[in-house]
């Protein structure tokens, strides 16, 4: 079976910086990856090459088998990656249901004269797009809100709204970045259950950024680590929690001194 998103060799370079050094992974079915590491370790870097924002200098990502080189960034977010940015990047200005009909819009494509007054097929194509933005809206029991300038909205909220915006343009992977980053501890038990809910309901594959390892440990089913761009681990959380490798760069303690700073004697 092919996996739905395959990242293979991605090598990403600024000027003389290596961000990215020859990363693989994939994610497949619906299973909850967190892609975790040291700030500056690559991460985001990873997920705008997968998006199509940063193009590698080598390797290739692929979306179900298909090879996503060269396509274009909004082609790439219509054809099924979704992404929910590390400062949420909505339009602060624009109510919750605007934000979330700005990405369907690019769906809606009719001549200007049926566009301006909503005719025909164009009519009926709105109709469908607001259902799909309807249903996410339900989803994460937006409706309260719906009407609110974002600005207006609890930050918790806002990064919720990003991660809706993302589900709205009916993506096949989603890729989350560091979505519970200055959230309360209750706002991120909410996010938590969302992120269950996403699962279980959609079935869909997540790439997970995360720096809270509380969280990452409690929800996800695999981790991905990256320090200094280059692939670390990759494995089942207790695995990875006791590689030593990820314990000397994640946590930033040497292991045997560890060890040796708590053995008695
Ligand atoms: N557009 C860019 N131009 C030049 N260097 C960049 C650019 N984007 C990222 N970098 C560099 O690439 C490296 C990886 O950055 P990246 O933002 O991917 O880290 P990160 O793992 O997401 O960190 P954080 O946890 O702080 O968000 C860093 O050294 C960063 O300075
Ligand atoms: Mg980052």
């Known amino acids: 079976m092919i996996p739905t998103l395959e990242v293979d060799k991605v090598r990403i370079t600024f000027g003389g910086i290596t961000a990215v050094d020859d990363v693989s992974f994939d994610l497949s079915g619906q299973e909850l990856v967190a892609l975790i590491g040291p700030n500056g370790a690559g991460k985001t870097a990873l997920l705008n090459s ?13 979306l179900e088998g ?4 060269g396509v274009p960034v909004h082609k790439i977010a219509t054809g099924g990656v979704g992404r929910a940015f590390q400062h949420a990047e909505l ?19 009719g001549s200007l004269l049926s566009m301006a007054v909503r005719v025909g097929p164009y009519l009926r194509r709105e ?4 259902a799909v933005v309807e249903e996410v809206i339900d989803f994460f029991e937006l409706e309260q809100v719906r009407n609110r300038p974002v600005s207006s909205l609890p930050f918790g909220v806002q990064k919720l709204v990003g991660v809706a915006r993302a589900l709205c343009m009916e993506p096949r992977v989603l890729l989350l970045d560091e ?25 869909l594959p997540m790439l997970w950024v995360e720096h ?8 996800a089913e695999r981790i991905v680590v ?19 490798a990820v314990r000397t760069a994640y946590l930033g303690v040497d292991d045997t001194e560890m060890t040796r700073a708590g053995s008695p004697g």
């Not at 997968?50 to 692929?62: A, C, K």
């Not at 919750?96 to 494509?109: E, S």
């Open 212 to 219: 809270d390892m509380q969280m990452v440990m409690d929800l």
């Open 226 to 244: 990256l320090d200094h761009g280059v692939k670390i681990a990759d494995g089942a959380p207790d695995a990875v929690a006791e590689n030593p």
């Open 50 to 62: 997968i998006s199509g924002i940063y193009r590698p200098s080598s390797g290739e990502v692929r």
């Open 127 to 130: 109709v469908a797009q607001r």
């Open 179 to 203: 979505p519970s980053s200055g959230l309360t501890r209750q706002e991120k038990e909410d996010f938590a259950r969302f992120m269950l809910r996403i699962r279980h309901d959609r079935g």
């Open 66 to 69: 298909r090879s996503l080189n």
């Open 91 to 109: 339009f602060a200005g624009l109510t919750v249901v605007d934000n979330l009909m700005v990405g369907r819009h690019r769906q809606l494509k």
